[in-house]
């Protein structure tokens, strides 16, 4: 037909991009390739031959379908796209394979895919769409097999229930008894393997991949990633500070405790800082992903004011991070919907919902702090972040992990305590110690290894690493940090008495670590019997168990029959010889008087 005057145009495109040995330009990987980190330190490479594409505005006329030029009924859209594909590409009818179409009002859609010997390519399709029965828009990913330098034989040499065993292996997960297909796969030399392809599905782990496997060889060349991933500049959760470096993690998400992701509550998507747990923003402005698929790729440039437009972004997206990354960790140790957490849906697990997190990142009610209100269960918690000024630029509390952790373990010991009233820390002596949980959590978090080291907090928005903004590093040194319980007679502000129950908390830390060692796991596996995991466990559990506005030996107290309640009192002397090192001991009274004694026995 006369009406095709863009076809030369782009045959020429395809062939000339097919006429090298590697056909696909180096620069555009990221268009063409996915590199993807598996289970055990598996690398697989997925190969995607570019895409050409073209638009056609009010669109062209295109072929009428033989057998139809005097028919009274018009061609269906698989006739339709067979014919027009067959043209564009310079093939016949059996190098395409109609694969689906659809009809919406005046548009219409159809899919095809390239075919060889009868077996179908994975990965070289063709689109094409109509409007008012004209081409829109047309798009090939189709190899030209004459140039193709090998095409591998079409009659498998092994039987595909030989090689998902192994494969089940490499993608640490089960096939899932959807129907393994055969079909042929363009690989990035430009040759043609000839592939089994299926499913390998691993609910724990919240992996779902197609495999392509070699039907001659065995060798998994390619998989399909159905799973969405997020990314996020921030700084991890185990670096403390800004200057220990931002890092790119990729679904640091945890599905066990946000089964939807961090964007989701299951039924509603977005792709800002909001999701079900957690909502940050500044001044009311959410931020957005940098590109699509949830990817949040600000850096944060602390050379520059934190109200310049990227550190505003990337200060939001590290409060985000870090407050999902909180509600997740906690959630494996037991604040969870019924325990009265912050979500907006609670999935009928218990709990009143509709009370995810709000940050308020660069806050502009203040200076120099950050501040925690913590409503009834079923209330939004709301997290207010500040600027501090005492450098020059400018620093961001929210690219100051401790701070961020601090205030919303705020919310986890508030809703813990007395059963999610968020009354029940309200006393000097229970907000001190509200205070003190704060430090500690901050504290656990950043801890790296059995070596424990001594903790300061506030050091970088205050720019003094070793002073920080409380009276002394927390440490098991009393030359270092001489708070002990009867230290809180002279104290009346709560962060100040908050240092003494962090402190001895530090301290309680330290034994259990030195007695049971130190899980780089903690975060996300709370099954295991190190101290740094056994320390968490009876952080959350005693909460749960204390009364409401709590006293140092009440507090004490429950971790002792939480230790009882979960580990057989496994660690009773231990921790009661922790405490009695700083005055916390068996006798202790209420009134602030140094105790060292230990039960008997221990
Ligand atoms: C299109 O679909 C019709 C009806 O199912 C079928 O008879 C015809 O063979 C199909 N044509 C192609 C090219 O697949
Ligand atoms: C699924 O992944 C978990 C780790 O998250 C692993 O322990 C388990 O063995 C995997 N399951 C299968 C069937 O491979
Ligand atoms: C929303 O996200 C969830 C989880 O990532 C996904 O299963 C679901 O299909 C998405 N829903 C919509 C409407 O995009
Ligand atoms: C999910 O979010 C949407 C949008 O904010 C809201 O309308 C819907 O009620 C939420 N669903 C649940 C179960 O919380
Ligand atoms: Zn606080």
Redesign the pocket.
Known sequence: MAGFPFLPLLLVALYASLAHAAPWPLHARHATHRVRQIGRGLEVKAFHPKSTFQTFGKGIDQPIPEGFANSLTPPAINDSAVTFMQAQLGVDAAHVGYRAGLSDGSRKFAYVKQVHDGVPFANAVANMAWKDGKVVAFGSSFVDINSISKIADSNPTLDVNSVIPTTEAALDGRFNDQPPTLEYLVNEDGSVALTHVFQIRNETAGTWFEAYVCAHTGQLLSVTDFVAHASYTVLPIQKQTFPAGQETLTDPQDLFASPFGWHS????NTTETTGNNVAAFVGGRVSAETSAGLNFNVKYDDTKDPTAASNIQAATNNAFYIANTVHDFTYRYGFTEKTFNFQ??NFGKGGK?GDRVVVSVQDASGLNNANFATPPDGQSGVCRMFIWDFTDPRRDGSLENDIIVHEMTHGVTSRMTGGGTGRCLQTTEAGGMGEGWSDAMANWVSQKSAQVEDFVVGQYVTNKPAAGIRSHPYSTDPEVNPLRYSSVAQLNEVHNIGEVWANMLHNVYAVLVAERGFSTTALTNPDTTEGNVVFMHLFLDALLLQPCNPTFVDARDAWIQADENRYNGANKCTLFKAFASRGLGLNAGPDFVDNADVPAGC
């Open positions: 509550n299951g039924t509603d907006d849906s919902e």
